[in-house]
């Protein structure tokens, strides 16, 4: 009986979220309120990685990315995209087939 064999891992994208995300909290530094979406857009880009492979997508966050949510696949339902400043960024939105 001849076993299937699966195709190793690749990853596409391993990283934190868009440098983009910081230029609006940066701007809003000039209001004393300002300061608070500064630090959590920053503390973002430090404790948050995302990694998207061939069969899962991965996102590791929380202090020192102690926090970890897989999505394989085969439980998408749906992926919709909103952009931001005109294309160069955009918010990923996915919908499981448990609507979640």
């Known amino acids: 009986e001849e076993k299937q064999k699966l195709d190793p891992e690749s990853i596409f994208f391993q990283g ?7 230029v609006i ?3 809003s530094i ?6 608070f979406p500064f630090i959590a857009t920053l503390l973002r880009q430090f404790w948050v990685r995302y990694t998207i492979t061939n069969r899962r997508i991965s996102v ?3 202090f020192k990315g102690q926090d970890r ?3 394989v696949y085969r439980d998408i339902k749906k ?3 909103i952009s931001r400043f005109g294309g160069l960024t955009a918010d990923v939105v996915i919908v499981l087939k448990d609507n979640a």
Do not use: N
Not at 16 to 22: K, T
């Open 16 to 22: 934190p979220p868009s440098i983009s995300e910081l």
């Open 69 to 71: 949510v897989e999505i």
């Open 25 to 27: 909290p940066t701007l």
């Open 60 to 62: 590791d966050s929380g």
């Open 79 to 81: 992926i919709s995209k």
């Open 30 to 35: 000039l209001t004393v309120i300002g300061i």
